[in-house]
Antibody
Framework: EVQLVESGGGLVQPGGSLRLSCVVS????????MSWVRQAPGKGLEWVSI???????YYADSVKGRFTISRDNSKNTLYLQMNSLRAEDTAVYFC??????????WGQGTLVTVSS | DIQMTQSPSTLSASVGDRVTITCRAS??????LAWYQQKPGKAPKLLIY???SLESGVPSRFSGSRSGTEFTLTISSLQPDDFATYYC????????FGQGTKLEIK
């Protein structure tokens, strides 16, 4: 059974850092496109970042230079390192498996709150 | 950046109705458009990709089409489980989601 489980969310002050994890089962994280998508409270979906099976990465302009996507194939885990966090980064962060840039399997999400 | 404009923002309908949700791209995205369904507190669920390809397990009452840069999601006969929020997503150039359409019970 395919499963994605995010963790690492929480309350952080503006300017702080947080690392999100997404442990997957039922498939290999290194053999698939993997992405992060976020949703601010009461708002729509926003694509954040993607890592290709070959390792190439892309970021939304809103997070470029502050967030870093990575993976650990040995742990079958996807990560999102978030630095210089801002209030507008407050959201539920979902990890998702990509059929290219189409996201066919999603985790349940982890809430990140940036507030003083 | 490619902008996706979804309409309507809210749609009230009854079980059995045929409903249509539209998504317009700010420039050509070819057929690189997907549709997702999201229920409150849950992750989105992929319904359709590449404009009209139905994801495995999705009921055939869902369909998608394209006319130029305008894309349509149609539900042929609404079922109680279909009341949710729907998002379009372009993936021709990076990825952008529409702002969502909330489908409510009339």
């Amino acid at each position: 059974e395919v499963q994605l489980v995010e963790s690492g969310g929480g309350l952080v002050q503006p300017g702080g850092s947080l690392r999100l994890s997404c442990v997957v089962s039922g498939f290999t994280v290194g053999s698939n496109y993997m992405s992060w998508v976020r949703q601010a409270p009461g708002k729509g979906l926003e694509w954040v970042s993607i890592i290709y099976s070959g390792g190439r990465t892309y970021y939304a302009d809103s997070v470029k230079g502050r967030f870093t996507i990575s993976r650990d194939n040995s742990k079958n885990t996807l990560y999102l390192q978030m630095n210089s966090l801002r209030a507008e980064d407050t959201a539920v962060y979902f990890c998702a498996r990509g059929l290219s840039w189409v996201f066919d399997c999603w985790g349940q999400g982890t809430l990140v709150t940036v507030s003083s | 950046d490619i902008q996706m404009t979804q309409s309507p923002s809210t749609l009230s309908a009854s079980v059995g109705d045929r409903v249509t949700i539209t998504c317009r791209a700010s420039q050509s995205i070819n057929s690189w458009l997907a549709w997702y369904q999201q229920k409150p507190g849950k992750a989105p669920k992929l319904l359709i990709y590449e404009t009209s390809s139905l994801e495995s397990g999705v009921p055939s009452r869902f369909s998608g089409s394209r006319s130029g840069t305008e894309f349509t999601l149609t539900i042929s006969s609404l079922q109680p489980d279909d009341f949710a929020t729907y998002y379009c997503q372009q993936y021709n150039s990076y990825s952008t989601f529409g702002q969502g359409t909330k489908l409510e019970i009339k």
